[in-house]
């Protein structure tokens, strides 16, 4: 140091990262690149995060995963990720119990519930026809959307992988099928659901429950070739729509029967299967 000179000599100081090794199992894979499939992936980090920030990142959104093993214990979500952990991320477990082991899910909701994002207008209709409550409307907004899921618990249902990444949403599905008849079948196997379907006992327009209606009352707002042909009709409390058995009643039975069967069980009888 020269004469007249003071202070110190700043050393380079070396910055090393960390690094975690994450496995997706199974479906999860959808989410990835595909030459990062089914294979352990290297993240690295400077600041600790937690599991839940980890697995967002490399593109798999918190609703898909069911169960999250690291080092060989189960963790949650709020885990907070350590040099050197070995990560593996399973999705929903279908076909056996994992109740024994931590889940970072919300417990199963008490009822099936759903809200739809936009362009899935096809799909409300079809679960309002096999008995589901669910809501849709184009003009619902990402907010909007994650406001409705969170406050009345409903599963939402989207094509949008950022969607389903907010915080505040716990149930959810990305679709992967673009047709919306299977993207119903899709759903009907990813929630289980053929022994919760109660076939035309909603309105396919307004989600609301239809009820049995005498003939009489709705006589004047019937088609002429209508009142000559049926007895039994049902209406909408809501928005006043009367449902008949018409001619593509059995069609859409049989469809039902069929989609229902697929999924394993057979449809519970219901007293309301009047639709036009």
């Not at 050393?11 to 989410?31: C, G, I, K, Q, T």
């Not at 937690?50 to 690291?70: A, N, Q, R, W, Y």
């Not at 409300?124 to 809501?135: E, I, K, N, S």
Request: positive net charge; proline residues 3%; glycine residues 6%.
């Amino acid at each position: 140091m020269r004469s007249g000179q003071s202070g110190s000599v700043a050393v380079p100081v070396e910055v090393r990262l960390s690094r975690v090794y994450v496995r997706f199992y199974a479906e999860l894979n959808d989410h990835l690149p595909r030459d990062q499939r089914q294979k352990a992936q290297e993240k690295s980090f400077l600041v600790p995060g937690t599991v839940k920030d980890i697995i967002e990142s490399l593109g798999v959104p918190h609703t898909e995963v069911e169960l999250i093993v690291v080092n060989g214990e189960s963790v949650p979500f709020s885990y907070v990720v350590r040099n050197g952990d070995r990560i593996a991320v399973y999705p929903i477990f279908e076909s056996f119990d994992v109740t024994a082991e931590l889940r970072v899910r919300p417990q199963v909701l008490r009822e099936t519930k759903f809200i739809l994002d936009v362009h899935l207008g096809k799909l409300a209709a079809y679960l309002r026809m096999l008995g589901f409550d669910t809501v849709y409307g184009n003009g619902f907004g990402d907010a909007e959307l994650v406001r409705i899921s969170s406050e009345q618990h409903r599963i939402l249902l989207t094509r949008d992988r950022g969607l389903l990444k907010y915080r505040a949403v716990t149930h959810g599905h990305l679709l992967r099928e673009t047709d919306s008849r299977r993207q119903l079948a899709e759903i009907m196997t990813r929630f289980d659901l053929a022994r919760s379907v109660r076939p035309f006992t909603r309105c396919m327009v307004c989600n609301e429950f239809l009820t049995e209606i005498a003939k009489e009352r709705v006589r004047a707002a019937l088609p002429t070739r209508v009142v000559g042909a049926f007895e039994e009709f049902r209406q909408c409390s809501r928005c006043g729509r009367i449902y008949w058995k018409g001619s593509h009643y059995q069609r859409m039975q049989r469809w039902v029967s069929d989609l229902v069967t697929g999924a394993g069980v057979q449809a519970k009888e219901s007293h309301y299967e009047d639709f036009r």
